[in-house]
């Protein structure tokens, strides 16, 4: 039988009876009910209410404000101060005037942070692109609605949206802006709520009305082809990539790199830089220049200053003679925040939850709150004129008859009593008597009574196609489309973010400059590493050697050419011979483990010159199988010096081959037995740590000794050892075939 749960029991501690006044208690409670009182309320308040944008495409925050000016009258008016527009806005935010008055900062036309700002602002609204320009007091700045937030306020009246009580319960105010378009798509925004976030990027008014109108009339419509790319108050050029593109349509997550727009002063040999990333600022741009340049990795710049001014942002570089300014500005490019990424997460509140959503599932779910919004507006309508066409139908009643209201109304001796008396002589209803009660004597003629009759047979008709519309859904979404049409009509805009494609962009590749000429290079078997000129090499005596060292591989290259460091951990460390000083042969050389960082125990095993990364290379292990593995597969794009799964660690390697064409190869045993064997026999493998194919089969207690070629082996019989498929065994070696012992190729 189970146990009885036992309550816990709430412990109060006695309190201090040396302390005055008030005297606290503590209380002890699980974890678990302390996080359910006390940091689940705030999580969720600022998740629902604070950081997260609703389908309208504003925070809280955004709305109260943007209500306030509209019930100031500011939409048609002229502009009042900000901080009369922040102490009234406190009356539906509970914040101090501070931080409603950043809201408005953001807001503002001035700031130049969204595509289509709401707020018409004169005076000193800062800029979004820099950090250090601030903005001026309240009490300097005016402001007014500006003319696009007709189109958040037009249904507000007709109850499109649901009204709520604010904090103190002294007014109402809207949950949401009945938005005639999808201003959540139109207008960025960004939130860091408790455990998530989101950040959301503009578009193109007059795309995102093509392609939600293109989604009304086809739901299979692909907005790729409608809806090119985000657009950015910042401008600069968008490097768009159409699979990480496709991403973000699909999933609401994703990353676009934009960078600077620039023109070069031949002239004053210099480039000024007019348009930034909207995800950066001046002073950080500014500022990681300067790092460069201090460091030595920029030495193209001579000075680089801040020329913004009224007329616009403007970095002006100084650059030293002989610069190429398309170099240059790939460079930083690459080493700057002149090319940055916005990171998309299209997080958003649909009915109260955060949901993560593509851009099309966006659209739709906008579409379907539009859609009701619409309808609620239609019913409203609806709803007014059959209450007029009920007034005037009962209008028509007493017009008929004008005499007998009249005479009604003079034989009723109280007041009380003439709605009550009009209601029973010509049974109307309470609000058709009152209405007729009120009208005046003047308008008691032959005229007033045409007009009204011919505004009942209009208003039938309107009615008729009220009721129609609601029925029809089609007609909703005519009546979107054509807001929608009008919306673009009025306020689109060009794109400000200019669109190029990752194909045509060329990258920067962090190369130094370094002089090309031939080299010789040398590798002792104990992992010393030498580099020297054709000069040096003529000049030079015997290579020298530390004790118990000696060669190992020699190659002639060029001193700009790569090199890869085979280790004996199954890792491949690579570098260029530009980062090794010219030697001599009279020195012992660098030492590779040092040099090169390796790992505590870490030697090298095999030295390869990849050049193009054309050709393959050949792995041969002790258990007598061999991997051939494209060269291309140790291609990086990025400057990685170090790569690990070079090969496989199975077993132990034995030689490592670079093959540029076919050729036979010989395979030596410790039994003795040799194999001689053709490489078009192996397949190519894609992936580096590939344990390979067996060639050749080995008895127990035997391994692959030796690999070479058939000239180098000092078999004399060659037909005997050749095998026309693989694995083979191999034949024994005769005496005569033996010849003097070898050493291995490593």
């Known amino acids: 039988m189970a146990k009885k749960k036992t309550e816990e029991k709430t412990v109060h501690r006695p309190a201090d009876p040396n302390v005055l006044g008030l005297r606290g208690t503590v209380v002890e409670q699980p974890i678990t009910r302390t996080l359910d009182e006390n940091y689940m309320p705030y999580a969720m308040s600022v998740i629902v209410s604070r950081a997260i944008p609703e389908i309208d495409g504003f925070k809280p925050s955004h709305r109260k404000l943007l209500y306030t000016m509209y019930k100031m009258g500011l939409l048609t008016g002229g502009r009042t101060k900000s ?331 109280e007041e009380a009593e003439v709605i009550p008396n009009l209601m029973i002589g010509f049974g109307i209803d309470e609000k058709q008597a009152e209405y007729v009660a009120e009208i005046k004597l003047r308008n008691i003629n032959k005229e007033y009574i045409l007009k009204r009759v011919q505004e009942t047979e209009t208003l039938q008709g309107e009615i008729e196609d009220l009721e129609d519309t609601l029925q029809k859904p089609a007609r909703i979404r005519k009546i979107m489309v054509e807001e929608l049409t009008q919306v673009r009509k009025k306020y689109a805009q060009p794109r400000k973010t200019e669109i190029i494609y990752s194909h045509e962009v060329e990258e920067y590749r962090e190369e130094e400059q370094v002089e090309d000429y031939p080299v010789t290079v040398f590798l002792s078997r104990e992992g010393y590493f030498k580099k020297i000129t054709p000069q040096s090499l003529r000049m030079s005596g015997e290579q020298k050697y530390k004790e118990g060292d000696g060669p190992g591989q020699q190659a002639e290259a060029t001193n700009a050419a790569e090199v890869m460091f085979f280790t004996d951990r199954c890792q491949v460390y690579k570098t260029r011979l530009s980062e090794f000083g010219d030697s001599k042969a009279s020195v012992l050389g660098d030492y590779l483990p040092a040099k090169l960082g390796m790992d505590e125990g870490e030697s090298v095993v095999y030295m390869v010159l990849p050049g193009d990364y054309s050709g393959h290379l050949l792995f041969f292990f002790e258990n007598g199988k061999a991997a051939r593995v494209e060269m291309k597969a140790y291609a990086t794009v990025s400057n990685r010096r170090k790569l690990t799964g070079a090969y496989s660690d199975k077993s132990r390697l034995v030689a490592i081959l670079p093959l540029a064409e076919d050729r036979e190869l010989t395979l030596l045993s410790t039994e003795p037995r040799a194999l001689i064997f053709h490489t078009s026999l192996l397949l190519p493998k894609a992936t580096r740590s590939t344990q390979g194919v067996a060639v050749m089969t080995l008895k127990p207690k035997y391994q692959l000794q030796r690999v070479c070629t058939p000239e180098e082996s000092g078999i004399v019989n060659l037909p005997r050892y050749r095998a026309r498929s693989i694995p083979g065994t191999g034949a024994l070696l005769r005496p005569e075939d033996r010849g003097e012992e070898q050493l291995t190729l490593l």
């Open 83 to 413: 901080a009369n527009i922040v102490g009234q806005t406190m009356r539906l935010n509970p914040h101090g005037d501070q931080a409603i008055y950043e809201t408005m900062v953001r807001l503002a036309k001035g700031n130049e942070s969204l595509l289509h700002p709401f707020v018409d602002s004169k005076g000193n609204f800062g800029k979004v692109y820099s950090r250090d320009m601030a903005y001026a007091a309240s009490r300097y700045t005016e402001a007014k609605l500006a003319p696009i937030c007709a189109e958040l306020f037009r249904d507000l009246d007709c109850d499109a949206v649901d009204f709520v009580d604010n904090y103190d319960n002294t007014t109402k105010e809207p949950t949401l802006l009945p938005t005639t378009y999808p201003n959540v798509l139109v207008s960025a925004n960004q939130g860091i709520a408790v455990g998530m976030a989101s950040q959301i990027c503009g578009f193109n008014l007059a795309e995102v009305c093509d392609t939600t109108i293109a989604l009304l009339k086809n739901p299979d419509h692909d907005i790729a082809s409608t809806l090119l790319a985000p657009d950015f108050p910042t401008g600069g050029q968008l490097v768009c990539d159409p699979a990480e593109l496709a991403e973000i349509y699909r999933t609401g997550r994703g990353g676009v790199k934009v960078r600077a727009r620039w023109r070069y002063d031949k002239k004053e040999n210099l480039i000024e830089i007019f348009e930034i990333p909207y995800s950066t600022s001046i002073e950080v741009i500014l500022d990681k220049v300067a790092e460069l340049v201090k460091a030595g990795k920029v030495k193209e710049i001579s000075d680089m200053r801040d020329e913004s001014d009224l007329s616009g942002l403007k970095l002006t570089i100084d650059l030293k003679r002989g610069v190429d300014p398309e170099k240059l500005m790939q460079k930083l490019y690459k080493l700057t925040p002149l090319q940055d990424t916005f990171s998309c997460n299209f997080n958003i509140l649909i009915a109260g939850m955060p949901r993560v959503l593509g851009v099309k599932a966006l659209l739709e779910e906008w579409i379907a709150w539009r859609t009701e919004c619409v309808r609620r507006r239609v019913y409203f309508i609806l709803s007014r004129k059959k209450e007029k066409l009920h007034l005037l139908l009962g209008l028509k009643r007493i017009l008929l008859d004008i005499d007998k209201a009249i005479a009604i109304i003079r034989e009723t001796e």
